[in-house]
């Protein structure tokens, strides 16, 4: 496996139509593109490999419980914090042709989310995440390559 070699990164803070980063790195020998464009209300981050994006998923940060706020604050211990957040719900609206694509898309959508949530506890505008890996294997080296790649971009 080939660590993330870091490449360039575009950092764009225009203001319309809506604040955009991007970042690019090799993960697992393959060319890796993230975006983040931040609109008034949503947030979406692309994932990409060979300028594929084949599936689309969301996760509203607005959470009806207000006892659930807890859920926001660090966890005392480092494995935790490596999980996504319990209480977000990522649904497919676009792709996952079989369930363990669907699954892993969600488990992406569901940690760029946590990352988003734990940066800004009060974020309440929804995520969109479009991905198009290249490959679709449940490779921990891989998704965590490519969720510290997103965070460069967050």
């Known amino acids: 496996m080939d660590p ?3 490449s360039p990164t575009t950092i764009s ?3 319309y139509p809506a604040a955009t980063k991007q970042a690019a790195g090799h993960i697992d020998g393959v060319l890796t593109d993230v975006t983040s464009t931040s609109f008034s ?3 979406m981050v692309t994932i990409t490999q060979n300028g594929r994006l084949a599936q689309w998923i969301h996760v509203p940060l607005d959470v ?3 006892s659930a706020t807890d859920q926001y604050l660090p966890s005392a211990t480092s494995e935790d914090s490596l999980l996504p957040m319990t209480h977000l719900t990522p649904k ?3 792709g996952g042709s079989n369930q363990e694509r669907e699954t892993i898309g969600q488990l992406y959508a569901a940690q760029v989310a946590s ?3 734990a940066k800004d506890p009060h974020e309440k505008r929804t995520v ?3 991905l198009g890996l290249s490959k679709f294997e449940a490779s921990r080296e891989v998704f965590y390559d ?3 790649l997103v965070r460069r971009c967050l």
Do not use: E, H, Q, V
Request: proline residues 8%; without cysteine.
């Open 146 to 148: 490519t969720i510290d």
């Open 64 to 66: 009806s419980n207000p």
């Open 13 to 15: 803070t225009t203001s």
């Open 92 to 94: 497919t609206l676009i």
């Open 41 to 43: 209300d949503k947030i």
């Open 115 to 117: 990352i988003i949530a």
């Open 128 to 130: 969109i995440i479009g």
């Open 4 to 6: 993330i070699t870091p």
